[in-house]
Each structure stands twice: as structure tokens, then as C-alpha cells.
């Protein structure tokens, strides 16, 4: 499956995407879009989209969505010395994929926002406990007890999660530390679950490394560099990961299922 996902459009994220060669994005019906977009853009919602309060959105929810359901996530990676030779390091593994579903209105993590003391610690050593602690925080926001913890994948490789919601709790957010690395992770921040009024049946996103922003190191190595002013969550371009300045690099893909 690797360079290929499905590209779905729901209002919270980008209109498309596009897999060369392929004509351009296709729904879960076969048809396409032939928008281009950013592949890693993919899997958050946008930052100047306005929310709708939780009660509005539960009311919308409970008018179509049948309720409670069951997703698997799986974390598929392929971060490999071949496709990703600058200064390539021992020991390439992923942190345990952590997060869970909430209502519209919460935020786990955010492109474009500073990271908070928990992305902060989980992007910089893998620990998920502070993650779970603020998922905590969310009170009716989130659902306390499928907050989710996988297993530290060796890369390549893939490890999987399994969580379920309700018609109160629509998105997603899961985060993944790529290491070693100064701060650098891969998750999606407010993924949609569902598309057209009814629950996503399988959606497959892009997984590019993003930047927390609290660590000022280049390579995957570098000592602790504490920056004098935190930095926003951005994507990582170039080296180590790519080879163009510009370029962002997908390291693995997010693959969610839904199982009842």
C-alpha cells in the first residue's frame, strides 16, 4: 500500500490529493476529484476552521450516526536507511502510537500552534503518559477509558490499535515519535471519522514527520538544543529525511478501519 491512500473529502481537511500516476484522488465509490493538494497535509483540521460548539455538533451527530462503533488504527512505517540515506541512524523505531477520539472542539495537538508540555515530552522521548494525562483534561470532550497506548515498532514495520466511539466523539488525534530524533513525530490532529453524515468504513493518510518545535537539532542525534523561543508545529523539510529543501518526506502511512 505504500504511496498509496485514499483521499477523502470531508470539510476539515484539505479538497484532495494526488497520487502520481494516478489521475487523482479516489473516494471510497471510485470516483476521482483531480484536485491537487499536499499529501502531507492530510489528517488534521485546519487551524482558522471555525468550530462549532460540542452541542452543535452532537445534535448533528445524533440525527445520522448510529452509535457506538469500533476502529482499528494501524501504523504502518517504512523509514529505512535505502530511501532515507542522509546520516541514517541505529535503531529506527517508532514510539508507542498514542492518542484517542474526542469531540470537535478539542485539540490534542495542532499544525501551526506551539506544542503543549505533553507533545512536548512525547515528541522529544516517546513517553505517552503526559499525552494521556491531557487527553484526560478533556473531560466530556474525549472518552477517558479508549485513550490508546500501542506497542514501539521497529522500522519498517506496523502496530495496531484498537479503539471505539460515538456520535459525540467524531475525530481523532494520535501521535507517534519518530526516533531517534530531536523532536520530530508523526499522528494526525483532529481526523474527521466521519464523511457525508454516516461513519468512514477506511481511510488511509499519509504519515510525514512534523516538527515540535522545542528542540533546535538538525540531525537525529544532535544533543539537546533548548531554542530561546519555542517554535509552532511544522513540517519537517529537507535533510536528513529529503533531499530537496522544500520536500517533506512520508515515512509511513495511517491506516483506519472500521471493524463494527
Same mark, same amino acid.
Given at each position: 500500500? &505504500?504511496?498509496? !491512500?485514499?483521499? *477523502? @473529502?470531508?470539510? %476539515?481537511? $484539505?479538497? +484532495?490529493?494526488?497520487?502520481?500516476? &494516478?489521475?487523482?484522488? /479516489? %473516494?471510497?465509490?471510485?470516483?476521482?476529484?483531480?484536485?491537487?493538494?499536499?499529501?502531507? =497535509? @492530510?489528517? !488534521?483540521?485546519?487551524?482558522?476552521?471555525? %468550530? &462549532?460548539?460540542?452541542?452543535?455538533?452532537a445534535m448533528a451527530s445524533e440525527l445520522s450516526l448510529p452509535s457506538p462503533v469500533a476502529y482499528e488504527v494501524t501504523m504502518h512505517v517504512f523509514w529505512n536507511a535505502t530511501d532515507? #540515506?542522509?546520516?541514517?541512524?541505529?535503531?529506527?523505531?517508532?514510539?508507542? *502510537?498514542? +492518542? +484517542? #477520539?474526542?469531540?470537535?472542539?478539542? &485539540?490534542?495537538? =495542532?499544525? +501551526?500552534? %506551539?506544542? /503543549?508540555?505533553a507533545i512536548e515530552i512525547q515528541s522529544e522521548t516517546g513517553d505517552p503518559e503526559p499525552l494521556r494525562q491531557a487527553y484526560r483534561q478533556g473531560g466530556t470532550q474525549v472518552l477517558l477509558d479508549q485513550f490508546v497506548i500501542g506497542d514501539l515498532v521497529d522500522s519498517p514495520g506496523r502496530t495496531t490499535v484498537a479503539f471505539r466511539t460515538d456520535s459525540e466523539h467524531t475525530f481523532l488525534s494520535v501521535t507517534s515519535?519518530?526516533? #531517534? /530524533?530531536?523532536?520530530?513525530?508523526?499522528?494526525?490532529?483532529? $481526523?474527521? $471519522?466521519? /464523511?457525508?453524515?454516516?461513519?468512514?468504513?477506511?481511510?488511509?493518510?499519509? $504519515?510525514?514527520?512534523?516538527?515540535?518545535?522545542t528542540d533546535n537539532g538538525r540531525s537525529y542525534v544532535s544533543a539537546n538544543q533548548q531554542p530561546e523561543k519555542p517554535q509552532p508545529i511544522h513540517l519537517l523539510r529537507g535533510q536528513p529525511l529529503s533531499a530537496g529543501p522544500e520536500q517533506a518526506a512520508q515515512v509511513g502511512e495511517l491506516i483506519l478501519r472500521r471493524t463494527e
Open positions: 500500500m &505504500r504511496g498509496l !491512500f485514499v483521499c *477523502l @473529502l470531508v470539510p %476539515l481537511m $484539505l479538497s +484532495g490529493c494526488v497520487v502520481p500516476p &494516478r489521475e487523482g484522488p /479516489s %473516494l471510497e465509490d471510485g470516483t476521482t476529484t483531480g484536485t491537487e493538494a499536499d499529501p502531507c =497535509q @492530510l489528517g !488534521f483540521a485546519h487551524a482558522e476552521e471555525p %468550530l &462549532r460548539s460540542d452541542e452543535e455538533h532515507h #540515506p542522509a546520516d541514517f541512524p541505529p535503531n529506527p523505531h517508532f514510539s508507542p *502510537l498514542a +492518542g +484517542g #477520539p474526542h469531540s470537535e472542539g478539542f &485539540r490534542l495537538w =495542532q499544525p +501551526g500552534e %506551539l506544542a /503543549s508540555p515519535r519518530l526516533a #531517534p /530524533s530531536p523532536d520530530w513525530f508523526v499522528g494526525v490532529a483532529a $481526523l474527521p $471519522l466521519t /464523511s457525508g453524515g454516516a461513519w468512514i468504513e477506511e481511510v488511509v493518510i499519509p $504519515l510525514c514527520v512534523w516538527d515540535a518545535g
